[in-house]
Structures are given as structure tokens and as C-alpha cells.
């Protein structure tokens, strides 16, 4: 392997891994946009607890609605996203003739989608009790204590693994190969394969990838110093969010 000739490389078909990356990025940003807001929904629901007074009907069906989420979480996390999305493009083609990059989008937001609930979910919990129980007695709904004052706070709290989540995606999209999507690894495949040179090709593409990551990474931390929270080197779907700040004018759970 010679630097000129991976140079030669990504000179020569720079146009072609420029289109890649370009895909690379539209289908992980809309991918974690989406699934972020199928966490918020899912992991809001989870959140729910099953309270003692609540009539058979609506025990019933908060644990019906608890274990289809489970379900879902269970089985999207507990399979790789390439067997996903070669099952569900094939499965769902004839009904819904959809193209390989719309498919690409779908997957990934579903699979992103499940680790987002479970970090809404832990990020409902940190936020203090008290702040929910003080809503509810100024006269608000249920519905208005959660999206008014518990989720603006659960999504601040969660943001660093919310970023992950997006540098992640940046990676795991070159499974989305699997189905013909015109991502960064797909054109680097079809590079690699009409030079025969794919140590030198994979080269010119684990540099980009990472010049994607690094600089995703700093622009999230960036953000993370705005909004006044220490930058964050958990890894992605295992971040635990922390308690509510002092920042935010509410001591954390369990606090004096």
C-alpha cells in the first residue's frame, strides 16, 4: 500500500465518494431526526408508571401498550441492523414498491428509534418527581406536565447519547449496502472493484468516515457547552442521562 496511489485515488474519484458521503449523511441525519422522534413517543409511553388507582381498563391497557414497546425495543436491538434491513426492503417491497434509499431511511430510523426510547426513558426518570407533582398541582393535565415541563428537561439531560446516536448512525450506514443504497461504502465497493486495489480504496474511505465523525463530534460538543452541559465521551445506547443539573435551578433526584 503506497500513499500515492491512495492519494491518486481519492483524487480520481473524488466525485464518485462525494456522492456517497453526501447520502451517507442525509439518510444518518434523517434517520436520527426521525428516530428521535419515535423514542420521544415510545419512551414517554414506557415512562408511564401503572398507578394503584387506575381503573382494570386502564392497567390493562398501559401493560399492553408496555410490552408491544418492549417488543419492539427487544427485537430491534437485539438484531443487527444489515439483517433488518435486508428483511424488511424485501418483505415490504411488493406492498409498497419503495426505492433502496427511502428503504434505507425507514430502517434506520426504526433501529435508531429503539435505542432513543431507552434513552428518553432513562432521561424522563432523571428529571426530579417533584417538578412533575408541583405541574400537576398548579391545575396541569397529565399530557401537559410531560411535554411542557418533564420532556424539554429529558432531552436536554439526554443529549449527549441523543449526538451519539448520530455519530453512530454515520458509521452503521454502510450496512445499508446490503440493499443497493448509493451510500459512501457502496461507491467506495464499486471503486475498489474496478481498480482491484481495495486495501488502498477502504483507506481513502476510513478517512473520510472519520473526518465525518471527528468533526460531527466536536460540532455536538460545541452545542453541549452551549446549553451547559460538560461534554460527554459515553459511548452511544448505553449513556445513562444524569439528574437535572443545578444549572437548571432544580437540585438532582435524591439531593438535600
Known sequence: MSLSKIAEIAVRYWP??????????LVSLTGTIVGLAIGLVVGSVRAVRVEPRDGAGTRLLKRLVH???????????GTPMMVQAVFLYYLL??????????AGVCIISVN????????IRAGIQSVDRGQTEAARS??????????????????KNSFPAI???????????SVLSAISVTDLFFQS?????????????????????????????????????RMGRPRSSFPASQTIPGGVSPADGVAPAGSP
Do not use: C
Open 163 to 173: 449526538g451519539n446516536e448520530f455519530v453512530v448512525n454515520i458509521k452503521d450506514s
Open 112 to 119: 435508531t428509534g429503539a435505542y432513543m426510547a431507552e434513552i
Open 93 to 102: 417491497k411488493p406492498a409498497l414498491g419503495w426505492n433502496p434509499m427511502v
Open 16 to 25: 464518485l465518494f462525494w456522492a456517497g458521503t453526501k447520502v451517507t449523511l
Open 67 to 77: 410490552a408491544l414497546t418492549s417488543i419492539y425495543i427487544e427485537v430491534f436491538r
Open 189 to 225: 465497493n464499486g471503486v475498489a472493484g474496478s481498480l482491484f486495489l481495495y486495501t488502498e480504496t477502504m483507506a481513502v474511505t476510513a478517512l473520510i468516515y472519520l473526518v465525518l465523525t471527528f468533526t460531527t463530534t466536536r460540532i455536538l460538543g460545541a452545542i453541549e457547552h
Open 138 to 155: 398548579i391545575g396541569m393535565s397529565a399530557m401537559q406536565t410531560m411535554f411542557i415541563v418533564v420532556l424539554p428537561q429529558a432531552v
